[in-house]
């Protein structure tokens, strides 16, 4: 099943008729890539104009590490970290497309009501529940009228396919228009269910919306190989072309130029493809 090839972020349109690379931007002090973390005025609006220079579509704001063993900061910690990083992000690339990284619905909210419209990120897949089954901050991505990735943590590509059918349906009920998939590796999986999820991850094409991939430098590279994230850049390439032509409509990534390389050597795949 073929989705629909654009997704509406506030006035923006993001075509997805083509595979499209989303830079990482973490205004965090304990990212477990190093090399992503920017936390000073100028080193964010030397990161966003980075990623915009070399192809990145969206510009992804996290300012919540989500690795294991990291501590979690306040929501309210999150918030002033996300303000300062969101108002240089907007000062620097005002028309850049952004994403705001974060499960927690206030945060969520007040980022897009404070900074504009941008997708939710929610690497959850929906915490907090309330008696009616529904999180709270998919009733923020409906109130707000903004794109959300729904991200799986099931260990399964069979229970993920039941667990998103229902969360989607329930976010389109509400009102969410565009809807983007995430398997969410790294995220309540080995790392054998990792590379399981991702050899049969195009099977996620029978929903009919947008995947993201966001495989850049984890764990399931580094420890395979028995490297760090630091030495992780080729693996993690590897592993784009592979979620590229599993389907892959998004990269989500730390390094932004070899990703949108990637992808077009992806295109001109493609492009052969048809042309025999």
Known sequence: MQYHDTIRVGGKLLNLSSPVVMGILNVTPDSFYAGSRQ?????????????VEQGGAVIDVGACSTRPGGEQPSAEEEMSRLRQGLSVVRRVCPDAILSVDTYRPE???????EFGPAIINDVTGG???????????????????????????????????????????????????????????????TLDQN????????????LGLPVLAGVSRKSMIYRALGITPDEALNGTTALHMTALLQGAAILRVHDVREAVECCRLWKMIKESEVSE
């Open 107 to 113: 945060v969520a909210k007040m980022s897009i009501e």
């Open 195 to 206: 590379y399981e999820v991702l050899s049969h991850m195009s099977q996620l094409q029978v």
């Open 39 to 51: 936390q000073t005025d100028d080193a964010i609006a030397r990161r966003a104009e980075e990623i």
């Open 127 to 189: 915490t907090g529940r309330d008696e009616d089954g529904v999180a709270g901050i998919f009733r923020v991505a409906a109130a707000l009228r903004v794109p959300y990735v729904l991200t799986s943590v099931q260990p399964s590509m069979r229970e993920m396919l039941l667990t998103f059918a229902r969360d989607v349906a329930q976010l389109h009920a509400l009102g969410v228009a565009d809807v983007i998939l995430d398997p969410g590796f790294g995220f309540g999986k």
